[in-house]
């Protein structure tokens, strides 16, 4: 078993990390993360550090309602 760590780089301003990022929450208020160019701007995403491969699998708890995926890293952070 491994922890995954989400990126703070990656994160939208409209979640917000806690737990030494490993848990997420939508806000309804802007977070003060600095400017960066790997941040997704439009879609509330964050990506991990790590990277995966081959086989994986992963256990998450949550309320409410929820939008999960797996991304690669190349993926489109600005804009629509």
Avoid: M
């Amino acid at each position: 078993s491994h922890q995954l760590t989400l990126d703070l780089n990656t994160v939208n301003k409209h979640l917000h990390l806690s737990e030494k990022n490993r848990v997420i929450t939508a806000t309804g208020t802007v977070q003060p993360y600095p400017d960066h160019p790997d941040r997704f701007d439009q879609w509330f995403q964050v990506l991990c550090r790590e990277r995966v491969s081959g086989r994986c699998y992963w256990e998450i708890e949550w309320s409410g309602d929820v939008f999960i995926s797996v991304s690669y890293k190349s993926i489109n952070r600005k804009g629509a």
